[in-house]
């Protein structure tokens, strides 16, 4: 499976989540610490968007119950959740942020 666009760099506000739509995926693609970063949009515990949850330290906190996941390898960082969240590969080409949603990593 190809990269898609997913939206483009400047319309990503550092640490502010944002959800976007890839081939029915549900996808968060989040700016901080200088890179860009795709997760799956759905906490892994229940039926949750975690694009509307907070970023701090390279992680994305599911707002329902407040696991946190690492948004380099989508691992839970404590309970309730604790199964992982799919985390896809992200390529920056210009001000294009190209997502791979089939190539979970
Ligand atoms: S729904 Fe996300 S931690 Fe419970």
């Not at 990269?3 to 995926?25: H, I, M, N, Q, Y």
């Not at 949750?48 to 329902?64: A, N, T």
């Not at 604790?82 to 979970?104: A, F, H, M, N």
């Amino acid at each position: 499976m190809p990269f898609v666009r997913a939206c483009g760099l400047s319309e990503l506000e550092e640490d502010t989540p944002k959800r976007v739509e890839l081939d029915g995926t549900p996808v968060s693609v989040v700016r901080t610490e200088g890179e860009v970063f795709a997760i799956h949009d759905i906490c892994s515990h229940a039926n949750v968007s975690l694009s509307e949850g907070e970023v701090e330290d390279c992680q994305i906190e599911c707002w329902l119950h407040g696991s946190a996941f690492d948004l380099r390898t989508g691992k839970p960082s404590g309970l309730p959740a604790t199964r992982p969240v799919p985390v896809y590969p992200v390529k920056i080409e210009g001000d294009d942020v190209l997502v791979s949603v089939t190539q979970e990593s």
